[in-house]
């Protein structure tokens, strides 16, 4: 089992930026692919980012590719999201997911789900 708790959101203005945390608990979070989603109301959730287990492999999607970035630290068991010149339509809540054990490449298949928070980016 791995537990994931995400932090870091709030409110801020467009042009702004954010840095979103997700700390894990649990068993082996090293050998988990760590992704970024987001889902705004309404709307279906949307896949934002993920790193491989070795940090070796970095995937975004179109519409965060040159805004976002993703990072993990092993050691200290957390994935982060930074967020530079956010937009009204980035608002969402945002979650943080676990998945591909032992496997490097692009990730599509999560395990683990936190609770997500929510960033609201006002115009």
């Known amino acids: 089992q791995v537990q994931l708790v995400e932090s870091g959101g709030g409110l801020v203005q467009a042009g702004g930026s954010l840095r979103l945390s997700c700390a894990a608990s649990?068993?082996?979070?090293?050998?988990?692919?760590m992704g970024w989603f987001r889902q705004a109301p309404g709307k279906e959730r949307e896949f934002l980012a993920v790193?491989?287990?070795?940090?070796?492999?970095?995937y975004y999607a179109d519409s965060v590719k040159g805004r976002f970035d993703i990072s993990r630290d092993n050691a200290k068991s957390t994935v982060w999201l930074q967020m530079n010149s956010l937009r009204p339509e980035d608002t969402a809540v945002y979650f943080c997911?676990?998945?591909?054990?032992?496997?490097?490449?692009?990730?599509?298949?999560?395990?683990?789900w936190g609770q997500g928070t929510q960033v609201t980016v006002s115009s």
């Open positions: 649990g068993r082996a979070f090293s050998n988990y692919a």
């Open positions: 997911a676990a998945g591909c054990y032992g496997r490097g490449g692009r990730c599509r298949d999560y395990t683990y």
């Open positions: 790193v491989d287990w070795s940090v070796v492999t970095k």
